[in-house]
């Protein structure tokens, strides 16, 4: 993944496999008809696997320029992306899978706000926010607190109270690009001379992350679970049967007002399923870069050590999950690396390591 690098469907971000592009459902909802025309567009045009993103979007790996653009071009026809290139790639709004009727409003007139303020063009390709949804990557986050909302930029510690989020918001975002020019992220500017520049005053503490229950049935429908949060497009396209599909950043969808999903292999169901404790990337033979097929391997440690927390990678670059892990194995050409307490990035604690001799070590 190219850091600074934020794809969407008119810009493919070349990966190992060919092109890579991400669909940003608005308001994270994915009706039937929609979820079956992104399914076939992804079996028809890339390798035929969706995967949730931590910002709760779709990324498709595999493409080509020309079938990336009769991609783009389905997506636009399903509703799922704005026919106009600058307006898609300013459409960052995430807002939580649960949300209710006046959450789902605001999020909705920021989208369009975001969309039509030419003068937002200048925000770095990352910048994004959060709505009713805390726990995920964001620079901007409003957050529902009795008759007001709380707004502040990311890394405040401190919210404005207010009744115009939207408004608050947009003010935040300008005032990064005042204040902060060429940062790449609301974290890196002052959080004080931001509330000033936007005209807020800070007043309420910021509230604090929660990782809301997301498998199995839940008071608005089902969720159902994607193993290392990627679902082929024959299984999403089964999925769609159940109902409108609300994306989540957790890797795994609500099924919206389903009761029960008709068992599936390809699916996590049941929380206490271990695949829910494995992270891998794509790993070989999707990506061109892998040297191990990562999440077969994930899975035979897996059911040596059930609810073990791990994280393969098929390279150093680290795909599937930039942060550090207790334990992190790293393919290469003479097996395994592997890292304690850090990224795949990092310095291995040990090198060329068979599976048997990783599940040995685990064991001791
Ligand atoms: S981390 Fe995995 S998906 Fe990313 S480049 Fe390396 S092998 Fe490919």
Redesign the pocket.
Known sequence: ?RRGWCPTVFAPMP???GLLVRVKPPLGRLLAVQARALAAAAARDGNGVLELTGRANLQIRGLTAASAERFARAMVGAGLASPDPAAERRRTVAVAPLADAASLDVAASLEDALTQDDALAALPAKFGFAVALSGIAADVRLYPSGEFWAVWPDGAGIAAATRAPVRAALGLAHAFLAVAPGAARMHDADADALFAAAGLRPALPAPLPLRPRIIGQLPGGFGVGLPFGAVDAATLDRLAACGTLHVTPWRAFLVAAATAVPPDPALILDPADPRRALTA????P??????AD?RADALALARRFPGRALHL????????DPRPAPLTLV?GADGYALVRNGT?ADPPVARGLSLGQIAAMIAA
């Open positions: 993944m990966s190992g496999d990337c794509p790993g070989r999707a990506c061109a870069a892998a040297a990562v990678s098929g390279c150093a670059k680290g795909c599937a393919a795949a």
